[in-house]
């Protein structure tokens, strides 16, 4: 049976306050039991890199691990910079099957949640 | 009646392709009828900018205009950056009423959505 791993992955700040969302998300993706194990990265600024947590996610023994870019629109970051620091994982754990999912912003239900929000900008918590 | 203005503040990036999410996001605005007029604004390498797309929602008549940064995170851009420039349209058109909605991030209805892309990553479109 595939043991999922799911790599989260943010843009990051200086201010540690700029993380609270993306720790709710990675909450609630570990409530979900939907992967073995759940890693949030940060591009910049923050710990753990991309590099490190993959490296837990392969130590955890998970053997499909997805890489979930929490951006909303995709540029030089998505595009460019985040397949580079796949390939390397990839490079370094062969076995793995390593996955990109597309950056967060373009899925459906993501805009339709930021349209509510500016329509209606009351549940905020 | 009020005359509301909806304000929709995007980071910007070089890759025009990078705002295609926020365009969505404005289209459903728009297409849900909650507002009398809806602008997309940009801090940094896209215009227009949110000096620009303030007065073009004051020009409408907007009497209410409610500025909805779409950032997941709260860092220097929206802490600081944001409740500058809002400040400077105030001062031009005291006789609007400008309001800051927090991020977009820090809704409850955007951190699951960005969970459930993460735990099933299928919807994309």
Do not use: N, Y
């Not at 753990?48 to 955890?60: S, V």
């Not at 796949?86 to 099957?97: F, G, N, T, Y």
């Not at 950056?103 to 509510?116: F, I, M, N, P, S």
């Amino acid at each position: 049976m595939t043991r999922r791993g799911l790599l989260l992955l943010a843009h990051g700040a200086r201010d540690p306050a700029w993380a609270l969302p993306f720790e709710a998300v990675a909450a609630q993706v570990r409530a979900s039991g939907a992967a073995a194990a759940v890693e949030l990265a940060f591009l910049e600024f923050m710990a753990p890199d991309l590099a490190a947590a993959g490296e837990r996610l392969a130590a955890a023994g998970c053997d499909r691990i997805e890489l979930v870019p929490l951006f909303l629109g995709a540029g030089g970051h998505v595009r460019k910079d985040v397949p580079r620091l796949l390939e390397a994982l990839r490079q370094r754990h062969p076995a793995i099957d390593w996955v990109l999912q597309p950056a967060a912003g373009e899925d459906a239900r993501v805009v339709a949640a930021l349209a509510a929000v500016a329509v209606a900008p009351t549940a905020h918590g």
